[in-house]
């Protein structure tokens, strides 16, 4: 699929190994720590009127290991380091659950899609594995993957793009439009806010 280079209606980023360290199910917000550039890097998105969210894979809620009250003391830890994020999506399923949000389902894409009032084929989402690739082709957004020692070869190998960090793929976001006409999307000023989890 080939993308304009044209100005996104919005950057959705991944939680865990993208925005923050990977810390499996983890509950406590002591343990947050951004990845090495993700606080400038959203810094000059929010600068140049780039809406940012979250789309989050958060199965340790399914699980019992965590519960939705502590992920919810960690994403609010995770404003705190990183600034407010214009939506969260979050699912807080498991892979038998058959839910239509789970990275590599579409369907958090969509909903911070919709929350932020683009379009998901305007959407670019930014994750360290192949499941936000998918769950972003799913969706018809553009993928760019920030791999990490996680990783799999097979899945950086099979990115639509690929980015070396998160101020990589700021640098690729603002070049593209800079070089854009003005924003083709009238999205409204004042973006809604949300904790989009749910439990369908
Ligand atoms: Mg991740
Ligand atoms: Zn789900």
Known sequence: MVFEQRRPGAVLFDRDGTLIRDV???GDPALVRPMP??????????????????????????????????????????????????????CVH???DGCTCRKPAP????????????????CVVVGDIGRD???ARAAG???????TEETLRSEIERA?????????????????????????????SAWSRTLGWSRW
């Open 24 to 26: 499996p199910y983890n």
């Open 37 to 90: 550039g993700a606080l400038e890097a959203l810094s000059r998105l929010r600068r140049a009127d780039l809406p940012v969210a979250v789309v989050t894979n958060q199965s340790g809620v399914a699980k019992g290991l965590i519960t939705a009250d502590e992920m919810e003391q960690v994403n609010r830890r995770v404003e705190e380091l990183l600034g407010p994020f214009d939506a969260w999506a979050i």
């Open 94 to 96: 498991d892979d038998g």
């Open 107 to 122: 369907g958090l894409v969509i909903r911070a899609a919709a929350v932020l009032d683009v379009s998901p084929r305007e």
């Open 133 to 135: 690739m998918d769950a």
């Open 141 to 147: 957004a553009r993928g760019i993957l920030v791999p």
């Open 160 to 188: 639509p793009e690929v980015a070396h960090d998160l101020g990589d793929v700021a640098d690729r976001l603002l070049r593209e439009t800079e070089a854009a006409p003005a924003a083709l999307t009238a999205g409204g």
